[in-house]
């Protein structure tokens, strides 16, 4: 009777605590995990493998895949810190990029479609380059970046009915720039509000500072026959500025240089800038990052923050074009 009674305990004991034996196991801060920790399968490129074109890298060319080649230029033009929304932001503004030039009448390099210099085409880094800029961190970086591109399958910004020339920035600081203002009139390339800010974005505002030799210095190489006599003080003329705020043009020691070309000559961040003089030195106050043009990066992961999603960013940023699927 004892052993019966033994064994119906158990059993009893057994029935009670075996639901706990199926619970999920908790994450470090005591939750059990949800569905989105768990790891799932990247689903399988369908498009973006049957996309194909040849590209002018440092060692010469090769021919690429679209889901080979993109996430590692994600990799090379976003941080893979961003939000997955605006992962997938860039990757689809790449992609359109990449197939506008496949598309080109007069393509950018006689023996390839893209090459891989950020400031000719759009960045790539290889494996090995970005597992030694990541270190261990390259597993679960890339595995973020290829879930973004993946995502996107094929999908690609269209004006009328072409894949557009899809460029974007670092930063603007409130608007970005009208393509006009640079280049040439794009219509989907047009200023647009961009939320960053010197809070939200902390290298927003950056400074750069020149004795008068060292302005001088840069300004004759730009401007050799630039007169630089008199004071200091009276070297500064007229700015004139864009719509978005950015310098269209500003005149210095008597020479009218455009806003691209003061960005260059003084080593500037953007054209959106001051400059004055200290009474020791020129002060440029800079504001944002790049050309300004399209899609600002930091403005993206910012509207991805507060619940903007992908389709959305894009939307805002390159106005009156359409999200298709090759």
């Known amino acids: 009777m004892l052993r019966l009674w033994i064994v119906s305990l158990l059993i009893t004991v057994a029935a009670l605590f ?5 619970l999920p196991a908790e994450s470090p801060d005591g939750e059990p995990p949800s569905a989105q920790e768990s790891a799932a399968p990247l689903p399988e490129p369908e498009a973006d493998a049957d996309m194909s074109f040849t590209v002018l890298g440092p060692d010469g060319t090769f021919t690429a895949t679209m889901d080979s080649y993109l996430p ?3 990799a090379a033009e976003m941080p893979a810190s961003f939000e997955p929304e605006a992962l997938k932001a860039q990757a689809v ?10 598309s080109a009448v007069n393509p950018k390099h006689p023996e390839a479609s893209v090459c891989t210099d950020p400031g000719c085409c759009k960045g790539w880094l290889s494996e090995d380059e970005l597992r030694a800029n990541w270190g261990d961190d390259y597993e679960a970086n890339m595995t973020k970046i290829v879930s973004a591109v993946r995502a996107t399958d094929g999908e690609y910004l269209a004006y009328d009915g072409e894949a557009i020339q899809a460029v974007f920035h670092a930063s603007s600081a409130g608007a970005t720039e009208d393509s006009a203002g640079v280049w040439s009139d794009v219509p989907y390339l047009v200023s647009v509000s961009s939320p960053e800010t010197a809070d939200t974005v902390p290298s927003l505002v950056t400074e750069v500072r020149y004795s008068p030799d060292e302005l001088s210095s840069r300004l004759l190489s730009a401007r050799p026959d630039a007169d630089v006599s008199g004071e200091p003080g009276s070297w500064l003329g007229e700015t004139e500025r864009t719509a978005s705020g950015r310098v269209a043009a500003v005149t210095i020691c008597s020479e009218r240089f455009s806003g691209t070309e003061a960005r260059g000559a003084f080593g500037l961040r953007s054209t959106d800038f001051d400059v004055a003089w200290s009474g020791s030195e020129f002060i440029f106050t800079v504001r944002g990052y790049g050309h300004g043009v399209g899609m600002s990066q930091e403005g993206a992961n910012l509207l991805a923050g507060s619940g903007m999603s992908y389709s959305e960013i894009l939307a805002h940023y390159y106005p009156g074009t359409e999200l298709v699927r090759a």
């Open 18 to 22: 075996s639901p706990l034996l199926f």
């Open 72 to 74: 590692c230029s994600v």
């Open 93 to 102: 503004a790449i992609r359109s990029y990449i197939m506008n030039l496949c």
